[in-house]
């Protein structure tokens, strides 16, 4: 799974670009399911990611307050899409346009989630540079922080 930030931009018909330290680690065709939680940044789930993470969702009760909100969240602004030729996603148009994803400088992130089984992959997070700048500068990691995760190390 590819870690750390690349650098890239959304073309004027909302495509992302995947830069090719990313792409290389994909099939040539991958689908994915594009969502935010917040609307302030996109979330690249390869679709069978998203399909397990919907597995989880799905053991809750269909009425449980936190899967409506997650639901109703991801759903608005979802979309799947998959990679064309040139390893290029289409965004979807209103998450691109709340997340100033569109014609600004963005970075794609590789993001985890806790293995399961090898190969497993995780998403990518496609976020504004200067929003995601100044959100990173209002919360720096402190001594604490160090502190909490120290109680996990092995």
């Known amino acids: 799974m590819f870690l750390g930030s690349i650098q890239t ?8 670009k995947l830069p090719a330290d990313v792409k290389r680690e994909l099939a040539e065709g991958q689908k994915f399911f594009i969502t935010s939680e917040d609307g302030k940044r996109a979330q690249l789930y390869p679709i069978e990611e998203w399909q397990r993470r919907m597995g989880w ?3 809750m009760p ?16 979802g979309m799947e899409t998959e990679m064309d030729g040139q390893g290029r996603v289409l965004l ?9 994803l569109m014609g600004e400088e ?9 293995a399961k089984e090898p190969g497993y ?8 540079d200067a929003d995601y700048t100044a959100e990173v500068d209002a919360a720096p990691i402190t001594s604490d922080d160090r502190l909490v995760m120290s109680q996990f190390e092995d």
């Open 9 to 16: 931009r959304v073309d004027e018909k909302g495509r992302l």
């Open 57 to 59: 969702m799905m053991k």
């Open 62 to 77: 269909s009425s449980h307050p936190v899967r409506l909100k997650f639901e109703n969240a991801t759903m608005y602004w």
């Open 92 to 100: 979807p148009p209103r998450l691109r346009v709340k997340a100033k």
């Open 106 to 114: 963005v970075s794609i992130i590789g993001k985890y989630l806790k």
């Open 121 to 128: 992959p995780g998403y990518l997070e496609v976020i504004n």
